[in-house]
C-alpha cells in the first residue's frame, strides 16, 4: 500500500489545483505560470531521455515542439472551428471537449515523425555531428512553415482560443490547466516506465558503450530510433498545449532560443534524471517569470542611485544573457547538474518505499 501513497498524493494534489482552478482561488496569471511550469516539464523530460539517459547530443527540440504546435493547432481549427482557412468544422464544437486528447496524440505523432528523420543519420553520427544536423532540422522546419503563406507564414497562426472556448461552454471550467496538468502527469509517468522497461534499458546502454551494447545483444538501431520518436512525440505534445494556452503560435517561438531554453533544464537537473529535471524545469519556469519583475525592479533601484544613465533601462533581453551564463556556470561548477544521474530516491533512499508508478 505504501508504495502507491505517493501516487495518491500526485493524484490529490493535481484535484486540488483543479478544483483550485475552477473555484476561481487562482486568478489568471497564476495559472499561465503554471500551465507553461507544466509545458517545460514535459518539454525537458522529453530532451533528457535523449540528451540524458541516450547520451546522444540534441541541440533542436524547440523544431519538434514546432510541428506538434501547427499540427495539433491546424486539426483543432479544422475540427471544431469556423476559420478563414477551413471554412465550417468539420465536428461539432460540442466534441471538442472528448477529442481534444486525440489532437494532441495526433500533433505528437508528426512531431515523432519528424523525429524519426533526425534518428536515421544518428546511427552513423554522435556528439557535435549529432548537434548539428538538429540544429539544422530545427532551421529547416521553422524556414519550411514560414514559406507557407496558407497557414500564417512568418504573421503566424492564431484561432486556437475557438477550440478552447467551445470546451467551455459545453462545461464551464478552465480546460486548458487540467489538460496541462493530466498530460504533464501522463508524460513523465510514460518516460519513467520506458527507462525503468526491460526495452528501455537499452537507452542507457547507448550511452555507456554502444558496441558493448550490441555485443550483449541490444539492437542499437531500434533503441535510437524508439528513443528519439518518444522525446519528439512528447514535445509535439507539448507543442500543442503551448499554442492552444496561447491561442496563437508562431515559427519564431521554437529557434534555437527556445532549444537552449531545453538545454539549460535539462543540464540544470541532471542527464538522466527524470525527477532532476522535473525540478530544473519548475525552477526555471520561476526564475523565467521572477526576472520579469526583477529587472523593472533593478532599473528603478539604479536609476535612484544614479547608476544607470537617465534614459538607459535593463530590458528584457537580458534574461538572454542570465540564462546562458547559468549554462556556463553549470559546465564550470557542477557539470552533472543538481542530481547528476541519480533520481530523489537515490539522494534520499526513503522514499524507494512510497515512490512506485506499477
Wanted: hydrophobic content about 55%; glycine content about 10%; proline content about 4%.
Amino acid at each position: 500500500m505504501r508504495g502507491h501513497t505517493l501516487n495518491i498524493i500526485f493524484a490529490l494534489t493535481g484535484l486540488a489545483l483543479i478544483w483550485s482552478a475552477h473555484a476561481g482561488l487562482l486568478d489568471n496569471y497564476v495559472l499561465t505560470v503554471l500551465m507553461f511550469m507544466g509545458i517545460n516539464v514535459i518539454f525537458a523530460s522529453s530532451l533528457n531521455l535523449v540528451n540524458g539517459y541516450m547520451g546522444e547530443f540534441s541541440c533542436g527540440h524547440a523544431g519538434f515542439m514546432c510541428v506538434g504546435a501547427y499540427v495539433g493547432s491546424l486539426l483543432s481549427m479544422a475540427l471544431f472551428t469556423n476559420s478563414k482557412l477551413f471554412g465550417d468544422a468539420l465536428l461539432p464544437p460540442e466534441l471538442a471537449l472528448p477529442l481534444f486528447p486525440l489532437v494532441l496524440v495526433a500533433a505528437g505523432f508528426a512531431a515523432a515523425a519528424f523525429g524519426l528523420l533526425v534518428a536515421l543519420p544518428s546511427f552513423h553520427t554522435r556528439d557535435d555531428y549529432l548537434a548539428i544536423i538538429t540544429i539544422a532540422a530545427n532551421y529547416i522546419i521553422i524556414s519550411i512553415i514560414e514559406n507557407i503563406d496558407a497557414i500564417g507564414g512568418p504573421r503566424g497562426l492564431f484561432g486556437m482560443k475557438k477550440t478552447i472556448n467551445a470546451m467551455g461552454d459545453f462545461i464551464n471550467a478552465p480546460w486548458m490547466f487540467i489538460w496541462v496538468v493530466l498530460i504533464t502527469f501522463v508524460s513523465v509517468m510514460i518516460l519513467y516506465r520506458l527507462v525503468t522497461s526491460t526495452c528501455g534499458k537499452g537507452i542507457p546502454a547507448v550511452c555507456q558503450n554502444e558496441v558493448a551494447a550490441e555485443i550483449m545483444g541490444v539492437n542499437t538501431n531500434k533503441v535510437k530510433i524508439m528513443a528519439f520518436m518518444v522525446s519528439s512525440g512528447l514535445a509535439g505534445v507539448a507543442g500543442a498545449l503551448y499554442a492552444h494556452v496561447y491561442g496563437y503560435v508562431n515559427a519564431q517561438a521554437f529557434n534555437i532560443l527556445k532549444s537552449t531554453e531545453g538545454l539549460v533544464m535539462v543540464y540544470l537537473g541532471g542527464m538522466g534524471s527524470l525527477s532532476g529535471v522535473v525540478i530544473a524545469a519548475i525552477a526555471f519556469t520561476l526564475l523565467v517569470e521572477g526576472l520579469r519583475f526583477v529587472i523593472p525592479f533593478v532599473n528603478d533601484l539604479t536609476h535612484s542611485l544614479g547608476l544607470l544613465p537617465a534614459g538607459f533601462e535593463i530590458s528584457q533581453v537580458w534574461k538572454w544573457v542570465i540564462i546562458p551564463m547559468i549554462l556556463i556556470l553549470l559546465m564550470q561548477f557542477r557539470p552533472e547538474g543538481l542530481l547528476g544521474n541519480r533520481e530523489l530516491t537515490h539522494v534520499f533512499p526513503g522514499l524507494k518505499k512510497w515512490i512506485t508508478f506499477k
